[in-house]
Every structure is written in structure tokens, then in C-alpha cells.
């Protein structure tokens, strides 16, 4: 079961750097020259300068050497005691509904995955788990969180921690999606040990951050003191939970095959299985699997929640079988794009950058329980949780 403790946090000192605003920013991983610039920009404390490095040199060792100075400077400091930290995310989500996702970051303990303990639910890539844990090794610190998920139906480990969030937040911040972000500092032993509790019964499921995860369970094996990992951990039944899809771009597609596999496979009659929406040069229309058998014998061997999945059953029929890509090809993006709005998908194929968009349905939270449930991983980029956890709110320290 889940090994849940509160942080001794670093954190910045908001007196020193002008509250959270201008020092938090995105994941690094949706973060372009031109954002990390006006970040920097704002702030020259802003926490990009450390997650998402960049000098004519090592920039591991550039990160360190900041971060080894904001500390020396008092930017960034080390609490006295542990604590849990409160979130509140205040957001517009892309269906246009206003919502409220609540979250506390903690400290959860490296464990391999599996039953009962912490499973994943997407197949990652190399590159980015290489680059964090070079990071980590060269600062010491879990700089950005990971966020997972859990089953809490009546909702009791947000009720341990609700009652501090009636006072002012220890600090708030809004990003350029709208969202505000309102966080809490929680160092009450009792809900503390409350919190916990209702954590000590469940499994945890990994939404966004599986290459952070993955080199923290290296990072352990390298460093047996460093046995816990920052997380922002979010109940499945939480209000404000929502998950959208991430669209599919074919970048250099035999259009050819690819029509001869919608003909084979799919219809744009209504059917009573999956669909897709497709968008080429000659306009967009949706198309639907002719049958579930098809899927079946596609995804021979896969649990039925994983051949219920058109991220899944997109993969195998369309990018590896009809355009002939291999897992090495989506992988490293090799004939292969994603957008996180169809707005973004249809303009890469109206520049030519793409042949065909899929556009895709969102995968509900269920399913992407019961895909991990079976001791599946889902496509890369099956789902896209929104909003996004800011990086620079705490951060964990993995030495003394």
C-alpha cells in the first residue's frame, strides 16, 4: 500500500521573491525557448532557470551551482518541520465548464510498480528519463512533482486537510491557461497522521510524470537514502478531475495505404464500437471500427479494457499496420506529431506539416484504471490531464 509522509519542503521565500507568480512555471516538458525566456523574464529566481537548464556547458551542473546559490542566498529555504501541502486548482478546462481539482503534495516511497502499490498507465520514452535523472543526481532534489491518483470514494483525505484551507493560502499563482492555483501549508500532526491513514489502505496510479517516476526508482537504487518521491497526489473521485484526449498527426504517411486501411476496417456509418475523427486536405469526417472483432484480433493477447481503447487500437491498425511504424518510430516520433487540441491538429495539416489528423475521443478516468488494473500500459500520450501541476511550489530535498 501506499507509503505516504509529509515534506521537509525547500521552498522559495516568497518575501524574496515576490510571491509565486513570477517563480512558478509549467512542466518542463511543454515548455519552448520562447515561454522559458518570458518566465526568466519575470523572474530571474524563476524555477526553469533549475528544472529546465540551459549553458554552453553541463547544464546539470549549472542547475546545481543556482540552486546551491538561491540556497546560500536564503531565495530558497528548507522548512523546520514536515508538512503537508494543500491544493486547490481553480480552472476553465477545455470543454468550457469551470471546475475546482484539489490535491496535496507529499512525499510517497519508491517502490517497483505493481498490485496493491504504485502502477503506471502509459509506455514511456528514453530521452526524457535519461535527462531527469541527470538532473536529479546533479541536484539532489525532486524539482518538479509527479501526480498520481487514488481511490477514495468518500472523499476522506481531502476532508483531513480541508479545514486549513479556510484561511489565506501560503501562496497563489495563475498561469497562462487560466488556472489558479492556491496552496496550503499543512503542519498539523493529527491531520498529518489522518491523511496518512486514509493513504496506508490504497494503490497509487501514476497520471503524468512517469519518466520522473522512473528515474526516481533508479535514483533509489543508486542512493538507498533517497527512499521517497515528490508527488501531488489527487483522489479518482475528486469533482474537479477531468482528463482529454491528445490528438494523433501522421508526418509522413502513405495516404494510399492509409485510405486502403479505412475502407478494410472502418465506416462512417454509426456503429456501436469506437471512433475516430480523421481530418486530411480533403475535409474531416469521423469513422467508426466496422467491429469489435476487429479489434480483438488486432490486439490478440491484450486485456479487454486495453482493446476498448482507440489510442490503442489506432496504434496497431493505423500507425503500425497501415503507415508501418514500429514502437521505436512513435517513440522518437518518427512519421508521428501529437496536438493537444483538434484547433492545433487541423492547422499542422492545413501547413503541410502532417498528411492526417486523428482526432480523439478522452479515455474515461475508469478506463484508465481498469488498463492499469489489468497490468497494462497505455499508448504514449492516451490521455492529458488538465490542468497541469506548476513546477516551484515545493520542492523535496533527497540529502540532508
Known amino acids: 500500500m501506499a507509503d505516504v509522509e509529509p515534506l521537509l519542503a525547500l521552498h522559495y521565500d516568497l518575501a524574496k521573491v515576490g510571491g509565486l507568480q513570477p517563480v512558478a512555471a509549467p512542466p518542463y516538458d511543454v515548455i519552448d525557448a520562447a515561454q522559458r525566456a518570458e518566465l526568466l523574464g519575470q523572474s530571474p529566481y524563476n524555477v526553469v532557470e533549475i528544472d529546465l537548464p540551459q549553458d554552453g556547458g553541463d547544464p546539470y551542473a549549472h542547475a546545481a551551482d543556482v540552486l546551491r546559490s538561491w540556497t546560500n542566498d536564503g531565495i530558497v529555504v528548507r522548512d523546520d518541520a514536515p508538512a503537508l501541502w494543500a491544493l486547490a486548482q481553480d480552472y476553465t478546462g477545455p470543454d468550457g465548464r469551470r471546475r475546482t481539482r484539489h490535491g496535496v503534495f507529499a512525499r510517497v516511497r519508491v517502490e517497483d510498480y505493481g498490485p496493491g502499490r504504485i502502477r503506471p498507465h502509459e509506455r514511456t520514452h528514453p530521452g526524457p528519463k535519461e535527462d531527469r535523472l541527470r538532473l536529479t543526481r546533479a541536484t539532489k532534489a525532486n524539482l518538479s512533482p509527479i501526480f498520481s491518483l487514488f481511490d477514495d470514494p468518500e ?33 498539523d500532526p493529527a491531520a498529518i497522521e489522518a491523511y496518512k491513514a486514509v493513504l496506508a489502505t490504497t494503490e497509487l496510479l501514476i497520471a503524468d510524470g512517469h519518466h520522473r517516476y522512473e528515474t526516481a526508482r533508479v535514483y533509489q537504487q543508486e542512493n538507498p537514502a533517497a527512499t521517497h518521491v515528490l508527488m501531488c497526489l489527487v483522489a479518482l473521485q475528486d469533482e474537479g478531475l477531468t482528463v482529454f484526449p491528445t490528438h494523433r498527426l501522421a508526418t509522413n504517411a502513405d495516404m494510399d495505404a492509409l485510405n486502403a486501411a479505412f475502407e478494410r476496417d472502418w465506416t462512417t456509418e454509426p456503429r456501436d464500437t469506437l471512433s475516430i475523427g480523421l481530418y486530411t486536405g480533403d475535409g474531416e469526417q469521423t469513422l467508426y471500427l466496422k467491429d469489435w472483432a476487429i479489434a480483438d484480433a488486432a490486439l490478440e493477447g491484450k486485456p479487454e479494457p486495453y482493446r476498448r481503447l482507440d489510442t490503442a ?58 488498463v492499469a488494473v489489468a497490468g497494462e500500459n497505455m499508448p504514449p500520450k492516451s490521455t492529458y490531464f488538465f490542468p497541469k501541476v506548476l513546477t ?9
Do not use: C
Not at 322 to 347: F, K, M, N, V
Not at 392 to 400: A, H, I, S, T, Y
Open 155 to 187: 472523499n476522506a483525505a481531502w476532508k483531513t486537510v480541508e479545514p486549513f484551507t479556510a484561511g489565506e493560502p501560503w501562496g497563489v499563482v495563475s498561469d497562462d491557461e487560466q488556472t489558479t492555483h492556491k496552496l496550503w501549508r499543512v503542519d
Open 313 to 370: 487500437v489506432l496504434e496497431k491498425l493505423i500507425l503500425m499496420d497501415a503507415l508501418g511504424l514500429t514502437e521505436d518510430d512513435i517513440s522518437h516520433l518518427h512519421g508521428l506529431d501529437y496536438a493537444r487540441t483538434p484547433e492545433q491538429a487541423r492547422a499542422k495539416v492545413d501547413a503541410g506539416e502532417a498528411q492526417a489528423a486523428f482526432l480523439m475521443n478522452a479515455s474515461p478516468v475508469e478506463r484508465v484504471r481498469d
Open 392 to 400: 516551484g511550489m515545493v520542492f523535496n530535498p533527497l540529502e540532508d
